[in-house]
């Protein structure tokens, strides 16, 4: 009987409740709801919380927000994420991009299509060097602007072509009288390129007998032997330093001692002087009325060109004449004594 009084009962309520939400509805009133607990609240706060996003044209009501936030203080709910959860991913994405990009700092990068673009070389290949241009007349850097002292020794070709008493031609012209010799110099740097030369040379030149004939009798002009010719001098040396090559000016003036064979005619070497006290060339009368040796006065003009081949070895050749001071007051520039050298140099 009891059950079925509460059947009765249960079935009253509900019809009742219908009732009265059909009259709600007539009467334009909010739907009639349930009252919920705080457990069902926090079950609704789920789908908030799991990242569910709301139609941005809908707000949450403030009620909703009030009961959030005493939930959150006891610690059974999380606050709600105001950003976005792909925040991580992209954090993600990031590093990998950061480790790609690390692993190909490692690779080697392509060759560049503009050859502008390539890295320079070390100088002087690719690029300026450090040292300001040279305003001297130095034009390029070389081992040869580092010395301060050379010593030179030259084998030497000589060609002598003086006016010896009984060795003239037929027309009365000095015959060529060729040799071979050695040569030395000594050079110190005075200032950039302007050196001081102090030069000697030695040559001999081998002479055969000469004769001729005289009022129907052929005697002996010249005696056979060897001429010996020293010659010593100093002077100025300029240099253009074109680096490896080193061409050189030089003028000066010089003493040439010329050493004839003895015996033969009167004035020569050796033998009377002459009746206006004249001797040989190379030879001047002493008081005992002999023909001795003596010193010609002359001036010299020679030209060079160096290679260097080590730091402080250096090969070349050389070109020189000499010109007596008698032949110069005449004008008469026609060389006593020619050389012709190859040089071989040190440096220090």
């Not at 005992?288 to 081949?309: F, H, K, Q, S």
Request: proline content about 9%; hydrophobic content about 40%.
């Amino acid at each position: 009987m009891r059950t079925q009084g509460s059947g009765q009962h249960s079935l009253a309520a509900l019809v009742f409740a219908l009732g009265m939400s059909a009259a709600a509805e007539a009467a334009e009133l909010p739907p009639w709801e349930p009252p919920t607990t705080e457990a069902e609240g926090h079950a609704d706060a789920g789908p908030a919380e799991s990242g569910a996003t709301e139609p941005q044209g809908e707000a949450k009501p403030a009620a909703s927000q009030g009961e959030a936030k005493p939930a959150a203080s006891q610690g059974t709910a999380k606050p709600v994420e105001t950003r976005p959860r792909v925040a991580p991913a992209a954090g993600r994405a990031n590093d990998g991009t950061a480790n790609v990009q690390s692993l190909a700092a490692d690779e080697v990068p392509p060759p560049p299509i503009d050859p502008n673009d390539a890295p320079f070389m070390r100088p002087p290949n690719n690029q300026i060097g450090t040292v300001p241009p040279r305003t001297r007349p130095d034009i390029r850097q070389g081992w040869s602007a580092r010395r301060r002292f050379a010593l030179t020794v030259a084998p030497t070709y000589a060609m002598l072509r003086l006016p010896f008493q009984g060795r003239t031609t037929g027309n009365n012209q000095a015959p060529r009288l060729h040799g071979a010799g050695v040569g030395a110099e000594f050079d110190v740097q005075a200032w950039r390129w302007i050196w001081v030369r102090a030069m000697g040379v030695y040559s001999g030149h081998p002479v055969g007998e000469e004769r001729a004939q005289m009022d129907m009798e052929v005697v002996r002009t010249a005696p056979p032997g060897t001429i010996h010719v020293m010659s010593y001098g100093v002077g100025p040396v300029f240099a253009l330093d074109l680096g490896r090559f080193l061409p050189l000016i030089e003028v000066g003036v010089a003493g040439l001692r010329v050493v004839t064979p003895t015996g033969g005619v009167t004035g020569q070497r050796g033998e009377a002087c002459m009746a206006n006290g004249a001797c040989d060339i190379g030879l001047k009368c002493n008081s005992a009325r002999i023909c001795e040796v003596t010193t010609i006065g002359e001036m010299y003009l020679g030209l060079a060109v160096d290679l260097l081949v080590r730091r402080h070895l250096s090969f070349g050749a050389q070109f020189r004449y000499n010109v007596r001071f008698a032949e110069l007051k005449s004008l008469n520039l026609t060389p006593g004594y020619l050389l012709g050298t190859l040089r071989l140099t040190v440096r220090f």
